[in-house]
């Protein structure tokens, strides 16, 4: 799903949404990942395919799609490093698959609702991740979980060209070409920020 709030201002706000399943072909566990361009500066980004030549010379066997291969231990094609969301450090679940199942093209308040459960099979009781652009000038990433009755850790990740500086318990800052990006957190009690390269 791609939402824009305009197609000729270059400083718009753009951000596209992936569902599907890791299991297609050249497929990567990044369902319910998205990307992020405000202000004509990238800020939410996927940091694309790995050079297969590179891997298979190592002996990486890539084209293994089933759970447990090798191919989801790389980095790039695995959920930790994808705008997306992983529980307890597990992988998405391979064979599970994402649709769109609610959708608005309202100029005022655009979406996309994606029950995430059958990717994180076994994991959660259920996921659900809305993403909107509200009034061309916002956006709202929205997870509903319903955990099991064990421990559960959820990892939110957005990879960024950006520098990142924490201002509050529930805000962060992004800054790249002169240019800033607030994160706010809503609902959601003892967050962990951490900031890799």
Known sequence: CIMRSSWEDTTGVFVGVKLGSPSVNHGHMDVGSFVLEADGVLWGMDLGAENYNSLETKGVDLWNRKIGSQRWDVYRYNNYVHNTLTFNRKYQYV???????????????????????????????????????????????????????????????????????????????????????????????????????
């Open 95 to 197: 064979e599970g698959r994402a649709r769109i199942d609610r959708s608005s093209d309202r100029e005022d308040h655009m979406f996309v609702v994606s029950d995430l459960t059958p990717v994180y099979k076994d994991q959660v009781k259920r996921v659900e991740r809305a993403v909107s652009l509200v009034d061309k000038k916002y956006v709202v990433i929205e997870d509903c979980v319903e955990t099991n009755e064990f421990f559960t850790m959820l990892t939110w990740t957005m990879a960024t060209p950006a520098s990142a500086k924490v201002l509050a318990d529930d805000v962060i800052l992004l800054e790249k070409d002169g240019k800033k990006l607030y994160l706010k957190v809503e609902g959601v009690e003892n967050i962990r920020w951490r900031i890799s390269p």
